[in-house]
């Protein structure tokens, strides 16, 4: 609560605090006369305050800057509750959350005593560690910060841009790096403006499952076109008495997650097993038990009640505000000095305050106007003092070095004028009057020459967290040149060192040293660590491989740079860490996507990755013996690739029986495997997969893409294996290549297997853009070509794609495994596609060709100007994760048995080698796939570098 403040006099029948307060709290009871029209003015048995003010504003009656206002239905409705003899926590709390989840359009709300408890239990809720870091507003009220401390989290402080009184993109990615590694996020739509919540999660490299919503303020506010109580993992609501659905006090939180809205529906009673009222009812049971910690958070009857009876007016009273809004805008826009905030993302604004900031060039402070205007009767308030300007958070908070220089900029500033249902637009037009007369508009002297302030922080790409191992003097280069060099993707926060001295320093380089080099694999998951680069050059081979393995199994990417060691011992490293320079290439910043958590799917288990010996099934098998499964099976066709991968996961090879020769398109072999071996999860990599040839071999793509997945689907049903993903390709998305088009009848047999699959089996599928990094795509070809100095062959020059890192789609699928629950296609949210032409010139200017020839061949057959993620007939669905998409169709579900009779078809028309029949049935299925191959076919052509690898 804030105080608002009106002239210090005492009014007839009250007194000097009440007015002061400009509240009218004393005028909501039951037993009141009949409730004005909202907008009224005064009520007429009210006699105005006497005169104590200006002259000019004799009998004039005062203009609060709140008022509740309690509605008839809500009046009656308390009587009702009272008349049944039942108060406490019962029917009444029950449909208000019914019907208040659905106002929201949330799948369940959750009653509480105030908005301050709802805040406390949803951080309860998300199984925080104790001591967790979460990122918050300075500007916020201070029971935000007391709901973290209660429930044993640590606060840190997030600056404000002055012109919103919200968080940015900025300043939440600086105080992540400040504290190393926040575990959540507290969102405020700050007096009703909706805040960018996904992007603020992003900016903290959290998921929207780490993000609870403060809404206090926002009621009736909507995030683009989506309801705020929709949004992140839990949404918190107040009720107070001066807020947009009045009750006294109370709360509610809304979530879609029902483990979390059933935690939080016990803690509110201490935890108990058995709400009181339920104990006490005829056929009740007085038995309960307690199995964690709670508090008493219960919201009454009579509140829920008065909560029903207002909600249905909601709508009414918020149409009313923005009309007072639109009043005081239009009447202060040409008022220097007096400026409204503004709105950070689109949506709908809740209009719970009318803030502004009080500039230099109105000519008076924020608190002489305050003061002049409460001595006229006008009431003001702020909202709110920041959080580093009280003693207690000053001591129990993390600040951000450099401060908070937003929040101490707009504090001096920030006003908010009266805004209340009762609110008459005359009240308006004589606050805004009174504000125009009381300005004082000058040019201020010229200041004394002063040192220039430090601009403000730019916005920085956000990099993968990264830990450097060794603080020595190749450490800290890295890290100096990393943290100069943001575009390079890795942001440095800190280093590990068995070095007593440089531990007993805490800080070398400004970066902290966070404990010794054997200790990786804690640090990683204590710090949300995404990211590891060694900087220890005389570092043995077996610890070596002991360390890179603690990493790896927490999910984190390890970098392995062939020239890293090297450049390190001639203490050059910037310049020699070009490649990593993933901003630059592909337009965007690289993400980590997979969690600690995609280890659950893994430990303990029989893993099966089929294409082991490819560029993606490798760094899979990499990263999946990182997180300890019982047995890794390594499935190909290439003997060759079998023996070096065996060599790189175990240093020696042909030693153990988990190397498996076999061709997924051999039915019979594949039961065998299956059968004996009987994989818990299964990673299908292998595939066909460079789409010109498969243009001149279409039979051949059948063979292996279609017939290949139906062979080990069948198997996987028929052994009870627990999860198998499909690697796929964005070429499926509205097929126009032999390859898109048997990749999404993959997809299809996929999703089709689902729906007949074992209870506890989950069948999905990950669609990937183009890898940098695999095995002949474009990159590996553009550096051969211009190696040799011979032009750079591109097939058109407005051809574009969606790029991803092998350790993006990596993580894509070790985190699909850990979110599927069956039949879905997921995509990593790769922002725009990137033309060749410009990721050519990039790449040939970071290894110092300032100037490349590029020869354009034309498009060769089955290949799109632009690709696209989704299909024609697909819906974008979030998930869980902020980057990852899931695609769903909106078209009718095709009849299983029409799919088994076209893929026989398929199937029989590949096993004859008939080109154009395979073509024949794929045209039939894919409107725009073409029945004929067509375009030139030439041996040039092949040359070209192939950017469509996955």
Request: glycine share 10%; with cysteine; net charge negative.
């Amino acid at each position: 609560m804030t105080v608002g403040r009106t002239r210090p006099r005492k009014p007839p029948g009250g007194t000097a605090r009440d007015a002061r307060n400009g509240s009218s709290h004393h005028r909501a009871g039951p037993g009141d006369s009949p409730e004005p029209r909202p907008g009224a003015g005064p009520r007429e048995h009210e006699a105005p305050h006497p005169a104590s003010g200006p002259r000019e504003h004799a009998g004039e009656p005062d203009v609060p800057f709140a008022v509740t206002h309690i509605s008839r239905e809500a009046r009656s409705a308390v009587q009702r509750v009272f008349a049944s003899g039942w108060v406490t926590t019962g029917n009444e709390t029950g449909l208000f959350e019914k019907e208040f989840a659905a106002y929201v359009e949330a799948e369940r709300a959750v009653a509480v005593s105030s908005c301050t408890a709802a805040l406390e239990l949803a951080l309860r809720g998300l199984g925080l560690p104790p001591g967790g870091k979460v990122l918050l507003p300075a500007v916020t009220f201070c029971g935000a910060a007391q709901a973290v401390l209660h429930a044993g989290l640590q606060p840190v402080l997030v600056d404000v841009d002055p012109r919103t009184a919200m968080a940015d993109q900025a300043t939440v990615s600086r105080a992540a790096r400040a504290c190393g590694c926040p575990h959540a996020m507290m969102v405020l739509h700050y007096a009703g403006a909706p805040a960018p919540v996904t992007a603020l999660a992003e900016a903290a490299q959290l998921p929207l499952t780490r993000v609870i919503e403060d809404a206090a303020h926002a009621l009736g506010t909507a995030v683009g076109d989506r309801p705020v109580g929709s949004l992140s993992r839990a949404t918190c609501f107040s009720f107070y008495a001066t807020k947009n659905l009045p009750i006294g006090d109370g709360g509610m939180v809304t979530t879609d997650d029902p483990e979390l809205a059933e935690g939080i529906r016990r803690a509110r009673l201490h935890g108990m097993s058995a709400d009181a009222w339920r104990r006490d009812m005829p056929g009740g049971s007085w038995r309960y038990t307690v199995e964690g910690p709670g508090l008493k958070a219960n919201m009454t009857d009579v509140q829920a009640a008065v909560g029903r009876a207002q909600l249905r007016h909601l709508d009414d009273w918020q149409r009313r505000r923005h009309e007072l809004v639109r009043r005081y805008t239009a009447a202060l826009e040409s008022l220097p000095g007096i400026e409204p905030l503004d709105v950070p993302t689109p949506g709908r604004h809740a209009c719970h305050l009318y803030a502004v900031r009080v500039t230099p060039e109105y000519g008076r402070s924020r608190d002489e106007l305050s003061e002049l205007l409460a001595e006229r009767g006008i009431g003001t308030s702020v909202h709110f003092i920041p959080l580093h300007h009280m003693p207690y958070f000053r001591a129990t908070a993390t600040i951000p070095p450099g401060g908070l220089p937003g929040a101490d900029a707009l504090f001096p500033q920030l006003l908010s004028l009266p805004l209340h249902l009762e609110l008459a637009d005359s009240a308006v037009d004589r606050v805004c009057d009174e504000l125009a007369r009381l300005a004082q508009p000058h040019t201020p002297p010229p200041p004394p020459p002063a040192p220039a302030a430090a601009p403000p922080e730019p916005p920085r790409p956000t990099g993968l967290r990264t830990l450097v191992l060794g603080a020595g003097e190749a450490g800290r280069a890295l890290a100096r040149d990393l943290a100069r060099t943001p575009q390079f993707g890795l942001d440095p926060v800190g280093f590990l060192d068995d070095d007593p001295d440089k531990r007993r320093a805490a800080v070398i380089g400004e970066l902290p040293v966070l404990g010794e080099v054997d200790g990786v694999r804690e640090t990683v998951l204590a710090h949300g660590i995404e990211a590891v680069v060694l900087a220890i050059p005389g570092l043995g081979r077996e610890r070596f491989r002991h360390v890179v393995g603690e990493a790896e199994a927490t999910g984190a990417s390890v970098r392995y740079l062939p020239s890293f060691i090297a450049a390190l011992r001639r203490d050059v490293v910037g310049s020699d860490m070009r490649a990593l320079d993933v901003h630059q290439l592909i337009g965007r910043t690289e993400m980590h996507v997979v969690s600690p958590e995609a280890r659950s799917t893994i430990v303990g288990r029989r893993v099966l990755v089929t294409g082991a010996g490819g560029s993606i099934g490798s760094e899979l098998c990499h990263q999946v013996r990182a997180f300890g499964p019982s047995r890794l099976f390594l499935l190909d066709h290439d003997e060759s690739n079998l023996h070096r991968l065996q060599l790189e996961l175990y240093g020696d090879a042909l030693l153990s029986d988990d190397i498996v020769i076999s061709d997924i398109r051999d039915r019979p072999r594949i039961d065998q495997i299956f059968r004996e071996l009987r994989p818990e999860t299964v990673f299908h990599a292998a595939a066909h997969k460079h789409l010109p040839l498969l243009e001149r071999h279409p039979c051949e793509g059948v063979k292996s893409n279609v017939r290949g997945t139906e062979n080990l689907v069948r198997a996987a049903a028929a052994a009870g294996t627990e999860r198998f993903v499909l690697i796929s390709t964005d070429k499926a998305a509205d097929p126009v290549s032999v390859l898109g088009a048997t990749k999404r009848l993959a997809e299809l047999i996929v999703s089709d297997a689902q729906g007949s699959a074992p209870e506890g089996s989950v069948f999905t599928a990950v669609r990937f853009g183009n890898v940098l990094g695999s095995r002949g795509s474009l990159l590996s070809v553009v550096a051969e070509q211009l190696g040799s100095g011979s032009p750079v062959t591109v097939t058109h020059p407005d051809v574009t794609r969606f790029f991803m890192t092998v350790e993006e789609a990596v993580g894509l699928v070790l985190e699909a495994a850990r979110m599927a629950e069956g039949g879905e296609v997921y995509v990593l949210d790769m922002s725009g596609p990137v033309r060749i032409v410009d990721l050519v010139r990039r790449f040939a200017r970071s290894l110092n060709v300032p100037d490349v020839d590029i020869r354009f061949t034309g498009l060769r057959p089955g290949e799109k100007l632009n690709e696209t993620l989704f299909s024609s007939h697909e819906d974008q669905t979030h998930t869980a994760h902020p980057r990852i998409l899931a695609a769903t169709s909106s078209a009718p579900r095709e009849n299983p048995s029409a799919l088994a009779a076209v893929l026989a078809a398929l199937n029989a028309a590949a096993e004859r080698n008939d080109t154009g029949a395979v073509r024949r049935v794929l045209a039939g299925l894919f409107p725009g796939f073409p029945e004929s191959a067509s375009g030139r076919q030439t041996p040039a052509v092949m040359a070209d570098p192939y950017p469509d690898d996955f």
